[in-house]
């Protein structure tokens, strides 16, 4: 019997280095490494990792070729129903999809698929081999898609290569929406986003930027005026606050607004670029998901002291990836578990000097099946901060369904759309991503935006509603 | 329909066709933007951004010329980026310009309505008294400056207002008196339906306590730090009769009676460091190239 080869670790940025410098963390795997790891796979005749994936990427198939050798094959493979497979292979959350999945997970360790997905996209790109197969037949129709996050890059690309006309509205002055300006460049480099986004200028895609919909023109308008159909892919756009005392203080963010300032305009840079950012000694993020350990984890590159992170869960319970807990730990993140702020406490001139927090324990299960975090009755401490970033989450942003009639909203005012067609109420306008379920993963926005891309051929084709 | 070409994909130039100081710290540009052109409402804003190394800052639209897709900005000259659009020529352009953003101005017929411009405040209440005006209101404005050259737009009010009353604080031109005094003496001679007040914070929180005992309807446009105007980085959050709203896109007008100006005047103050370091670098810099 021949020896077991363990899941090969992706070598990575020491982390007393990478506090220090906003490059990519995990540095990818050799092509010797890649095959190693490919050769893992048991290329079950029923894989079940595929029913992990919301795009039902035919995972042992890519894995093959990588093990053959064939890296061109493999992205081609991969690319028949993922369009962006360089961004999933880093920010999916692989271990409660396809590695949860994988035979081998009940023997040890999984496949690293991730990994593996990661090193075929930047194999293809760094040597940009792979040509782009637009469909040779045009099609009649017109499309506008609204967004250019995971949702809306991969509808336009779906409905580009089906040969239609495709016109991408972005509200930004960049394009990829979440990809640039909440994912920091540790995490996704944006030289990344920007390869992909330039694909789909090559396809023929129409890429208009600084165009808020909603408010620059609305929905009926673009369908009054030769779209004929619209795919809403505007994202969780509304950051929610704890609302608790002292949240309007000098000093306390959004993650949004936080990471917005540091990734899309590049504060980092300040001076250099214009836009600054608040850079505190220490830093008080509340919040348990990817957006907190990524806010954390800029706070220390930015070069905090000091980064705290509060979570009223445990550990168990945080929706974060184990690979972004990990690295913010590796980094020197100081987790406040089974903690909630209840105030933010300001000096006389009203910047953040200090966060009031309660211990929680873990009571009975929620809605949610986690069990409900209670306070612990006493246990009010202070963590000293001169910046906070509220990380916990977005409501719906209500520029599109305020100026869209007719279209059917759930009660938190996101669109209701059709869970396989991405249909909404409104005769020619789907919708997909974090605007239809809530804040949710890139993979389910980039699955939703597949969905709608085959439901508008449809449509298109038999004018059928 | 948009004109075939008129996007090359992923950038539009925003050329300036014309740009000129009215006061010493004062600058009047008039900039192609089609989109915001065709869509803009009176109490609208945009959001610019001078080149790739630029803030986004927002700006009101103070008029907009739909044929020739323009639209026109007041800016003061405060910081960084608005001293970067002042060295700006015509047939230049500006990086982005994003808009319109921001609920337009609930423009009706109420009366008497008094608009109160203050400084560069000026530059967006002209478009809602003309507004106002074309609505059928009797329209009086009141605007003021420090003194006589920092005073903009006196000849649009007059064209738009049916009495226009002229206000610096040290005399040097009009009366010599505060914009509050003013409106305590149209308020004591007539009744007054609504008031619109747009100026620095202590001028439109002075407006508003003038005008609570009597309830006079009272709206003011907030100025608040923004990032992307859509309403997603939540950093334009003001307290309005006790609740968090977004200047962005709950605002820009909201009832001055409502607003806890206090929080408001701290939050504009976060960056002060900041933006005087940035300003300083920008000065060296331009000397420097002089030398």
Same mark, same amino acid.
């Given at each position: 019997?021949k020896?077991?080869i363990?899941?090969?670790p992706m070598p990575?940025?020491p982390?007393?280095?990478?506090?220090r410098n906003?490059?990519?963390?995990?540095?990818?795997?050799?092509d010797?490494?890649a095959?190693?790891e490919?050769s893992r796979?048991?290329?079950?005749?029923?894989?079940?990792?595929?029913?992990?994936?919301p795009v039902?990427?035919d995972?042992?198939?890519?894995i093959k070729a990588?093990?053959?050798?064939?890296?061109l094959e493999?992205?081609?493979?991969?690319k028949?129903?993922?369009?962006?497979p360089?961004?999933c292979?880093r920010?999916?959350?692989?271990e409660?999809q396809?590695e949860q999945?994988?035979?081998?997970?009940?023997k040890g360790?999984?496949?690293a698929i991730?990994?593996?997905?990661?090193?075929?996209?930047?194999y293809?790109?760094?040597?940009e081999?792979?040509e782009i197969r637009?469909?040779?037949?045009?099609?009649n129709?017109?499309?506008?898609v609204l967004g250019s996050?995971p949702a809306?890059l991969?509808?336009a690309?779906?409905l580009?290569?089906l040969g239609y006309?495709v016109t991408?509205?972005e509200?930004?002055?960049s394009?990829g929406?979440?990809?640039?300006?909440?994912?920091?460049?540790? /995490?996704?480099?944006k &030289?990344i986003?920007?390869?992909? @986004?330039?694909a789909?200028?090559?396809l023929?895609? *129409?890429? !208009?930027?600084n165009?808020?919909?909603?408010?620059?023109g609305?929905?009926n308008?673009l369908l009054?005026?030769?779209?004929?159909?619209?795919f809403?892919?505007?994202g969780?756009?509304?950051p929610?606050?704890?609302?608790i005392?002292?949240e309007?203080?000098q000093?306390?963010?959004?993650?949004?607004?936080?990471?917005?300032?540091?990734?899309l305009?590049?504060?980092?840079?300040?001076p250099e670029?214009?836009?600054?950012?608040?850079?505190?000694d220490?830093i008080?993020v509340?919040?348990?998901?990817?957006?907190a350990?990524?806010s954390?984890?800029m706070?220390l590159r930015l070069?905090?002291k000091?980064v705290h992170?509060?979570? /009223?869960?445990?550990? &168990?319970?945080m929706?974060?990836? @184990?690979?972004?807990?990990?690295?913010a730990?590796? *980094?020197? !993140?100081?987790?406040q578990?089974l903690?909630?702020p209840?105030r933010f406490i300001?000096?006389?001139?009203g910047r953040?000097?200090?966060?009031?927090?309660?211990?929680?324990e873990?009571?009975e299960p929620d809605?949610s099946?986690?069990?409900?975090?209670v306070?612990?009755?006493g246990?009010?401490?202070?963590?000293d901060?001169?910046?906070?970033?509220v990380?916990?989450?977005?409501g719906p942003?209500p520029?599109?369904?305020?100026?869209t009639p007719?279209l059917?909203?759930?009660?938190w005012?996101?669109i209701v759309?059709?869970?396989e067609s991405?249909k909404?109420?409104?005769?020619?306008?789907?919708?997909?991503g974090d605007?239809v379920?809530?804040?949710?993963?890139?993979?389910l926005?980039m699955g939703?935006?597949?969905?709608a891309?085959?439901a508008?051929d449809?449509?298109?084709?038999?004018?059928e509603? | 329909?948009?004109?075939a070409?008129?996007y090359?994909?992923?950038?539009?130039?925003?050329?300036?066709?014309?740009?000129?100081k009215?006061?010493p710290n004062?600058?009047?540009?008039?900039?192609?933007?089609?989109?915001?052109a065709r869509?803009?409402?009176p109490?609208?804003?945009?959001m610019l951004?001078v080149d790739?190394?630029?803030?986004?800052?927002?700006?009101?639209?103070?008029?907009?010329?739909g044929?020739q897709?323009?639209?026109?900005?007041?800016?003061?000259i405060?910081?960084?980026t608005?001293?970067?659009m002042s060295?700006?020529?015509a047939?230049?352009s500006l990086?982005d310009?994003a808009?319109?953003?921001?609920?337009p101005t609930?423009?009706?017929?109420?009366?008497?309505?008094?608009?109160?411009g203050?400084?560069?405040?000026?530059?967006p209440?002209y478009p809602?008294?003309a507004?106002l005006?074309?609505?059928?209101n009797?329209?009086?404005?009141?605007?003021g400056?420090?003194?006589?050259e920092?005073l903009?737009?006196e000849?649009?009010m007059?064209?738009?207002?049916?009495r226009?009353v002229?206000c610096t604080?040290?005399?040097s031109?009009?009366?010599?008196?505060?914009v509050?005094?003013?409106?305590?003496?149209?308020?004591a001679a007539?009744k007054?339906?609504?008031?619109?007040?747009?100026?620095?914070?202590p001028m439109?929180?002075?407006?508003?306590e003038?005008?609570?005992?009597?309830?006079?309807?009272?709206?003011?446009?907030?100025?608040?730090?923004?990032v992307?105007?859509?309403?997603?980085?939540?950093?334009c959050r003001v307290t309005?009769?006790?609740?968090?709203?977004?200047?962005c896109?709950?605002g820009p007008?909201?009832d001055g009676?409502?607003v806890?100006f206090d929080?408001?005047?701290?939050?504009?103050?976060?960056y002060?460091?900041?933006e005087?370091?940035?300003m300083?670098?920008?000065r060296c810099?331009?000397?420097?190239?002089r030398s």
């Amino acid at each position: 019997m021949k020896e077991k080869i363990p899941r090969q670790p992706m070598p990575e940025q020491p982390p007393a280095e990478r506090v220090r410098n906003f490059k990519e963390v995990p540095l990818g795997y050799s092509d010797e490494t890649a095959r190693l790891e490919a050769s893992r796979c048991l290329q079950c005749k029923r894989p079940t990792c595929v029913d992990g994936c919301p795009v039902r990427i035919d995972i042992p198939g890519f894995i093959k070729a990588i093990r053959d050798g064939d890296f061109l094959e493999s992205i081609r493979v991969i690319k028949l129903t993922n369009s962006l497979p360089a961004v999933c292979g880093r920010v999916c959350p692989q271990e409660e999809q396809c590695e949860q999945l994988c035979v081998l997970t009940k023997k040890g360790e999984s496949v690293a698929i991730g990994k593996l997905e990661r090193f075929a996209a930047d194999y293809e790109r760094e040597r940009e081999q792979l040509e782009i197969r637009a469909s040779a037949e045009r099609k009649n129709g017109r499309v506008a898609v609204l967004g250019s996050g995971p949702a809306g890059l991969t509808a336009a690309g779906e409905l580009a290569k089906l040969g239609y006309r495709v016109t991408v509205f972005e509200a930004f002055h960049s394009a990829g929406g979440v990809l640039v300006y909440g994912i920091p460049e540790f /995490r996704l480099p944006k &030289a990344i986003v920007q390869y992909e @986004v330039d694909a789909l200028a090559k396809l023929g895609v *129409e890429i !208009v930027l600084n165009r808020v919909v909603g408010s620059a023109g609305t929905v009926n308008e673009l369908l009054a005026e030769g779209y004929d159909a619209v795919f809403i892919g505007t994202g969780a756009g509304l950051p929610l606050f704890l609302e608790i005392p002292g949240e309007n203080l000098q000093g306390v963010y959004s993650a949004n607004e936080y990471l917005t300032r540091a990734n899309l305009m590049k504060a980092y840079k300040f001076p250099e670029y214009d836009t600054p950012i608040a850079r505190g000694d220490s830093i008080a993020v509340v919040g348990g998901g990817n957006v907190a350990m990524d806010s954390a984890r800029m706070a220390l590159r930015l070069g905090s002291k000091k980064v705290h992170l509060i979570y /009223r869960r445990s550990r &168990a319970e945080m929706p974060a990836r @184990v690979e972004e807990v990990h690295h913010a730990e590796e *980094e020197g !993140v100081i987790f406040q578990l089974l903690t909630n702020p209840v105030r933010f406490i300001g000096d006389e001139k009203g910047r953040l000097k200090a966060v009031e927090c309660v211990r929680m324990e873990l009571g009975e299960p929620d809605d949610s099946g986690r069990r409900r975090p209670v306070v612990v009755k006493g246990s009010e401490f202070t963590i000293d901060a001169d910046v906070a970033i509220v990380a916990i989450g977005n409501g719906p942003n209500p520029l599109i369904p305020r100026t869209t009639p007719g279209l059917a909203l759930n009660k938190w005012g996101n669109i209701v759309a059709d869970e396989e067609s991405m249909k909404t109420s409104r005769k020619g306008v789907f919708a997909g991503g974090d605007i239809v379920t809530g804040a949710a993963t890139v993979i389910l926005a980039m699955g939703a935006g597949r969905k709608a891309a085959l439901a508008i051929d449809t449509y298109l084709q038999t004018g059928e509603w | 329909m948009r004109r075939a070409g008129q996007y090359i994909t992923g950038y539009t130039v925003h050329r300036i066709r014309v740009n000129e100081k009215i006061s010493p710290n004062v600058g009047k540009m008039i900039v192609e933007a089609p989109d915001v052109a065709r869509y803009r409402k009176p109490g609208q804003f945009i959001m610019l951004r001078v080149d790739e190394y630029g803030e986004r800052i927002p700006l009101t639209i103070a008029d907009v010329d739909g044929e020739q897709g323009t639209i026109t900005l007041y800016y003061q000259i405060v910081g960084k980026t608005t001293e970067q659009m002042s060295r700006l020529e015509a047939g230049g352009s500006l990086k982005d310009v994003a808009g319109p953003l921001g609920h337009p101005t609930e423009i009706r017929n109420y009366g008497t309505a008094v608009c109160v411009g203050g400084g560069i405040g000026v530059a967006p209440i002209y478009p809602i008294a003309a507004a106002l005006g074309k609505e059928g209101n009797r329209v009086i404005g009141v605007i003021g400056a420090r003194t006589k050259e920092l005073l903009i737009l006196e000849r649009e009010m007059g064209q738009v207002c049916e009495r226009l009353v002229v206000c610096t604080d040290d005399g040097s031109h009009g009366r010599k008196a505060f914009v509050t005094e003013a409106l305590a003496e149209i308020m004591a001679a007539e009744k007054v339906d609504i008031v619109v007040a747009i100026g620095p914070v202590p001028m439109m929180r002075a407006v508003s306590e003038q005008t609570r005992p009597s309830g006079i309807k009272t709206l003011v446009s907030l100025n608040s730090v923004m990032v992307d105007g859509t309403g997603m980085c939540g950093g334009c959050r003001v307290t309005v009769n006790g609740e968090k709203r977004f200047t962005c896109v709950d605002g820009p007008e909201f009832d001055g009676h409502q607003v806890n100006f206090d929080e408001l005047m701290t939050r504009l103050n976060t960056y002060r460091d900041e933006e005087a370091l940035s300003m300083r670098e920008h000065r060296c810099r331009l000397e420097g190239g002089r030398s």
